[in-house]
Nanobody
Framework: QVQLVQSGGGLAQPGGSLSLSCVAS????????MGWYRQAPGKQRELAAR????????YYADSVKGRFTISRDNAKNTVWLQMNSLRPEDTAVYYC????????????????WGKGTLVTVSS
């Protein structure tokens, strides 16, 4: 069974920083791209940042570009999101997402989600 275990987040003041981490655990053979989605109250879930599994190509939503940094360690099946210069509009539940996860001994590629971590930016 594969699980995405998230940690970090919490409360920050505007202009402050927070970090998130996500570890994919289980009998994992390989993991594709990993990313962070977020869902603000009353809004749809949106992709904030994504990183590929091979050369580490990254994507950032315009709203976070230049402030957030996504990184990963393939050997540890871990992805991080460093969030700087936080704004109140960054307040949301942040979800880790792993694409095309292959479990050892299986031919299936499945996507997985973390349970979500609340990030609140407020003075």
């Amino acid at each position: 069974q594969v699980q995405l275990v998230q940690s970090g987040g919490g409360l920050a003041q505007p202009g402050g920083s927070l970090s998130l981490s996500c570890v994919a655990s289980g009998s994992i053979f390989s993991v594709g791209a990993m990313g962070w989605y977020r869902q603000a109250p009353g809004k749809q879930r949106e992709l904030a940042a994504r990183i590929s599994s091979d050369v580490g190509d990254t994507y950032y939503a315009d709203s976070v570009k230049g402030r957030f940094t996504i990184s990963r360690d393939n050997a540890k099946n871990t992805v991080w999101l460093q969030m700087n210069s936080l704004r109140p509009e960054d307040t949301a539940v942040y979800y880790c997402h792993a694409e095309k996860v292959v479990v050892t001994g299986s031919n299936w590629e499945l996507d997985y989600w973390g349970k979500g971590t609340l990030v609140t930016v407020s003075s």
